[in-house]
Nanobody, 125 residues
């Protein structure tokens, strides 16, 4: 009933930039929080950046000062501007949302862990 779709991943050289986008679709009533997470091979999924519905931002320590999260609430869009990328940023990046939506029978449901399918970011020379 709810879908998160990421785009914008790809390959970039060290020092380069990428901008990721995520769009939420479905019968969404409200989005509480949205965020970006990433998972590198052999590692646990980790927080990259997070934004609350009131605009409070939170970043993972390894990306502070390099990445910027933003959102366009009416369009249900989430963005991640990534600058000064380095090989350690290579991972699959996932969009996450805590949201309220309508089921087909009209019931309002809370989904605290809605995830996209992920987009690969590769940083190498």
């Amino acid at each position: 009933q709810v879908q998160l779709v990421e785009s914008g991943g790809g390959w970039v050289q060290p020092g380069g930039s990428l901008r990721l986008s995520c769009v939420a679709s479905g019968r969404i009533l409200r989005i509480y929080d949205m965020g970006w997470y990433r998972q590198a091979p052999g590692k646990q999924r980790e927080l990259v950046a997070h934004i609350t519905s009131s605009g409070i931002l939170n970043y993972g320590n390894s990306v502070k000062g390099r990445f910027t999260i933003s959102s366009d609430s009416p369009k249900k869009m989430l963005y991640l501007q990534m600058n000064s990328l380095n090989p350690e940023d290579t991972a699959v990046y996932y969009c996450h949302a805590d949201l309220q939506y309508l089921t087909p029978d009209g019931t309002s449901m809370r989904e605290k862990d809605s995830w996209g399918q992920g987009t690969q970011v590769t940083v190498s020379s």
